[in-house]
């Protein structure tokens, strides 16, 4: 277990289980009730039986950098796993009553009713632990297996704040500041679900100059963004008669530089925000769900056809992201790539004399000699053993100029012929950045090969 590893604790500092074996210093505090609450409501938590296992378990997952925890509770029993760096790792199964009884711990802390295993229930909590604060999105719906119990962990402060955070290299962040920086144009930021696009947004945002110009972002009141320094939000709410034309007429009477724009929303709004480009120099920055820069430019194009021409005639430039796992460089082991390989990459010969791989040792059940004797293999402390440690994203940015233009009105209907014109043209796609990253010892050629095949 990983606590077996850390640091002990001051005897204070650590709470007492029910078997007074010491656990790990870590409070549920329910949000959304009063202080005097929740502490009784924790209090009476720490004499139930589930207790130990149930802080165990928030605890390990947040020392291991899980950012999930699923439980699925079955007639077998219930199976618990951790989301870390994006892959999902099952834990040892428990028992029904062992899983039981740890959570109606997390129930009972949060003011949920324990006897509930249908309808669904979810409350949030934070938690401090490790020198961190926390806060934890609870859940738990009836399926028809059972029951399924999800944590959603989060950093209450965000860790990534700069595109080098985010793992950018140099040259990039120089181009997409230019871009971000510019005006007159229109800058487009993208990314498939589930990888990382609203963060990249609001960095990108925080990377650009706001304390020269105007920074005013348009937002659904029922969805918005987190709140950045120098970026003034305004929100329309249409269940109150707010709707987006009026907010967005509103906000141009302050007549600001750059108009941050979640979404374009509507076609009228569309051709607005192309009318302020033309007509008073404004710069505007938006945002798609989409898998590379060129579906995000398509994907655009074809959601605002009557403004299509002129979305492109200002277009300045693409961005759209992937997440991958980086190698943990405290085990990651040089290789020499044979000349097949690389030629299979499109590595020309004798650039890269070496690439990494993880360090992943065989399970416990294979640490056996011929005898059946255990053998001993030092297991990597950072990364225990798993081989990556943390995230890093994978850019690709499409600069759009004349000639790009040109080819985007042209080729809009076919995708692929649009990607082969930019790549002749020296874009660099994913599988390019993604090589670029392994030569730099990053990641892995497994991490680009899933990444490329969409997994
Ligand atoms: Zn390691």
Known sequence: MVFGKKKKKPAEETQAGADGAALPPLEIKTI???KDEAQGLMIACRQLPGYPVAIILLANAVSSRAD???IDYSAQGAIARYRIDGVWETLPPMDRPTGDAALVVYKKALGLNPAERKQKQDAKFATNFAGTDWVVSFTSAGVQA???????????KPTLKTLDDLGMREAMQTTFKGMLNATKGIVLISGPAGQGLPTTWRVSLE????FVRDFVSLEYKADPDPEIINVTQNFFDPAVGDGPDTIFEKMLLKQPDV???PSLISSYIAERTIDQITKHDKHAITRIVAGD???AVIQLLSTYRSEAKDIVKYLSGVLNQRLLRRLCDKCKQPFQPNPQLLQKLGIPAGRVQKLFQPTIPPPPEQRVDA???QIEIEICKKCNGRGYYGRMAIFELLTVDDTMRQAILKLAGNPDELRKFAKQRGHLGFQEEGVLACALGLTSLQEVQKMLSGK
């Open 32 to 34: 959304g009730i009063g």
């Open 259 to 261: 108009l941050v724009m």
């Open 371 to 373: 005898k059946g004797n």
């Open 293 to 295: 820069t060129i579906d």
């Open 146 to 156: 059972g029951e399924r119990v999800l944590f959603q962990i989060d950093t209450k």
């Open 68 to 70: 999930r925890i699923l």
């Open 207 to 210: 990377a650009a100059d706001k």
